[in-house]
């Protein structure tokens, strides 16, 4: 367990918890490049323009986080919300993979006499790519643990839980329950040194 995992099902019984751990996430990739460019073989304004630009990335690429499906009741009445609904293991889904680009720009221009003004420009999530932070994926249960409809509260047979993450996208009203990172966002910022 970890901070901010469930509370346990069975603290009597801890193999009925036993599963991945929430921050259990198999493939991940995190890398930067910075790039400074300086081209001093042709004519001397072209040189100046290909010259001193900088580029830097931030890239993160990972597998889904796991999530566990939880129930809208105490069920095994110990004073935690959230318990899992009947023959449910504990963190069954995963949250979509995860695929992030983050990039800065910045054009240097020097002044003489060790100044200089900078240009920047930078994009958080640079492709704009729908990034999955959380989900909503509590349902309906009766005091004994099955689903129920959310309506009409009529049980359902436990077959109606879905173990796919696509189906807890949107709640029984139709509103979306995903929580995600940034969109694209864009900023542009000048810097003089001296």
């Known amino acids: 367990a970890v901070q ?3 509370g346990r099902s069975d603290p009597v019984n801890l193999l009925r918890d036993k599963a991945v751990n929430q921050l259990d996430q198999r493939h991940t990739f995190n890398g930067s ?9 042709l004519n001397p304004l072209l040189n100046r323009i290909l010259s001193d630009n900088q580029l830097g990335l931030i890239l993160q ?3 889904g986080l796991p999530l566990s499906i939880t129930g ?4 095994n009445l110990d004073g935690t919300s959230g318990d899992r609904p009947l023959y449910i293991a504990r963190n069954a889904l995963y949250l979509p993979t995860r695929w992030n680009v983050d990039m800065r720009y910045s054009r240097f221009y020097n002044l003489g006499k060790n100044r200089r003004v900078s240009m920047e420009a930078e994009f958080k999530n640079l492709f704009n790519n729908v990034q999955e932070s959380g989900v909503n994926t509590q349902i309906t249960v009766d005091t004994a643990g099955y689903p129920v409809d959310p309506v009409t509260l ?5 077959s109606a839980i879905s173990q796919n993450i696509k189906d807890y996208k949107l709640n029984a ?19 003089f040194y001296f």
């Open 173 to 191: 009203a139709g509103v979306d329950t995903r929580n995600g990172y940034e969109q694209r966002k864009f900023q542009l910022g000048f810097k």
């Open 154 to 158: 009529v049980r359902l047979p436990l």
């Open 72 to 75: 809208s009741r105490d069920l």
């Open 61 to 63: 690429f990972g597998s």
């Open 33 to 41: 490049l910075v790039a400074m460019s300086s081209v001093t073989r």
């Open 4 to 6: 901010g995992d469930a």
